[in-house]
């Protein structure tokens, strides 16, 4: 969330910076002005009425209560109270439409960031290895897997419909093993601290990070019918609360400090949790495999910085997510989203994108995100630099580290030979007791 103060003490700033987003970023915007200024007449208002209150009983204390004095300074102080209602219940109502425009608004982009208004204004920063050269036609791995005895798909649709996966044998294996890998990456060498939360979320947690209210339909909802029919007896001993499943670690991981005050900064988490998207809006894209499930593990980034420290904490954070892919020897490259391509919350990000032989292509396995204070300010999460100062908001970062089955995928396809097998890099080993190569 934006501060309104900012935001309207510099509105020509704010309008321009949001355009770089596109043309339709700031259209919400427009409303902010009139109602900061109705809010503002209002305040001023109710502080008069105030005034005028406290001078009256003072004044009545000083007057015979059976006095005609007496009589219209009470009627003064009558008509006081009510006009003091009805404005204090016009400010709630301002206040609450200045909120909703607020939470609607999307992040300022950084100055740093290039222009442009899609993925191709995306600049290429780096790239790291080699592109892998084969002396055969490449398969995807949706045919090296289910070759392999790795995947079920077919299965997997009629548990769940489509869009999910069983993993099976080696394939289970092998995804475990990327999360332990990773995992113990990130806390050994990294200095996070691993948490396991829980991957069930309220509105209030989702709100804090961004996705609600304007991305409700990209989520997993639990139906606030779903007691119906279960017995009144058993009913009354259940919570009565709506719950989303995570989209990603995130959530939970920024909630942890939701409306606290950090007396240490920087915190770094880490997380393995399944996400659950809905991927609305993204009928007929990559309907084959693993790319994109409406469920899927992922380990998870999220630091808490200090403003002067938070832009170099990016680059840290976005060169640990890189790392998990050097230690694999996984060919990819990092580029920079442009404004327009930007995340909702994101003032500035990197996406790493892994390169897939079976598509020939490159494919985002993580974003690397800083927010700024746009996260912190809408969950109230402040730090103090030391004792005694005033709580500042924090600044928010988050990066996947990495999507795991991506990174299966990109092991899949990089790692393939000829004869249908594929080599296990040399750093996963250890975490496949020994394995190295995948065969049927």
Same mark, same amino acid.
């Not at 990456?185 to 804090?208: C, F, K, M, Q």
């Not at 976005?318 to 919350?345: I, M, P, Q």
């Not at 630099?385 to 990066?399: C, I, R, V, Y």
């Given at each position: ?152 798909? $077919? ?19 092998? $995804? ?187 494919? $985002? ?76």
């Amino acid at each position: 969330m934006l501060d309104l103060r900012y935001v309207v003490e510099h509105l020509d700033e704010v309008r321009a910076s949001l355009a770089r987003r596109g043309p339709d970023a700031g259209k919400s915007l427009e409303p902010i002005a009139a109602l900061a200024e109705r809010r503002n007449t209002v305040i001023a208002r109710l502080q008069a009425l105030r005034e005028q209150k406290n001078e009256a009983n003072s004044a009545m204390a000083k007057l015979d209560k059976a006095s005609d004095a007496f009589k219209e300074r009470r009627e003064s102080l009558k008509r006081i109270s009510d006009e003091s209602k009805e404005l204090e219940t016009e400010q709630r109502e301002t206040e609450a439409a200045l909120d909703s425009v607020l939470l609607m608004l999307p992040n300022l982009p950084d100055p740093n960031v290039p222009d442009g208004l899609s993925s191709d204004d995306n600049v290429e920063v780096r790239r790291w290895g080699q592109e892998p050269k084969f002396e055969f036609t490449p398969k995807d791995h949706v045919e090296l897997g289910t070759t392999l005895g790795m995947f079920d798909f $077919e299965r997997a649709a009629k548990l769940s419909g489509s869009r999910f996966s069983v993993l099976k044998g080696i394939g289970a294996k092998l $995804e475990r093993s990327l999360i332990s890998f990773m995992l113990d990456l990130h806390t050994t060498e990294h200095g996070y601290l691993e948490i396991w939360p829980p991957a069930l979320v309220t509105d209030e947690s989702l709100r804090a990070t961004g996705q609600l209210p304007k991305f409700e339909a990209d989520l997993f909802k639990i139906a606030p019918d779903w007691q119906n029919h279960i017995s009144a007896e058993v009913k009354k001993q259940l919570p009565h609360r709506e719950l989303y499943l995570i989209p990603t670690a995130e959530v939970p991981l920024t909630n942890l400090h939701r409306n606290e005050i950090m007396e240490d900064l920087p915190v770094k988490y880490c997380a393995y949790t399944p996400c659950f998207r809905s991927e609305a809006g993204s009928a007929g894209k990559d309907t084959r495999g693993l790319i994109r499930q409406h469920q899927f593990d992922k380990v998870e980034l999220v630091r808490f910085e200090q403003p002067d420290r938070a832009e170099a904490a990016l680059e840290e954070l976005t060169n640990h997510a890189e790392e998990v892919l050097k230690r694999l020897e996984l060919h990819y490259r990092v580029v920079e989203l442009c404004a327009g391509d930007l995340s909702n919350g994101a003032r500035r990000c990197y996406d790493i994108e892994v390169y897939l032989p079976g598509q020939s292509a490159f494919r $985002e396995i993580s974003s690397c995100s800083w927010f700024g204070d746009f996260q912190a300010r809408r969950g109230q999460i402040r730090y103090r630099a030391k004792a005694g100062d005033k709580p500042q908001m924090a600044h928010t970062l988050n990066g996947s580290g990495l999507a795991v089955g991506r990174t299966m995928v990109a092991i899949l396809e990089q790692y393939q030979q000829a004869d249908g097998s594929v080599r296990v890099p040399d750093a996963l080993v250890p975490y496949l007791g020994g394995i190295k190569v995948l065969r049927a």
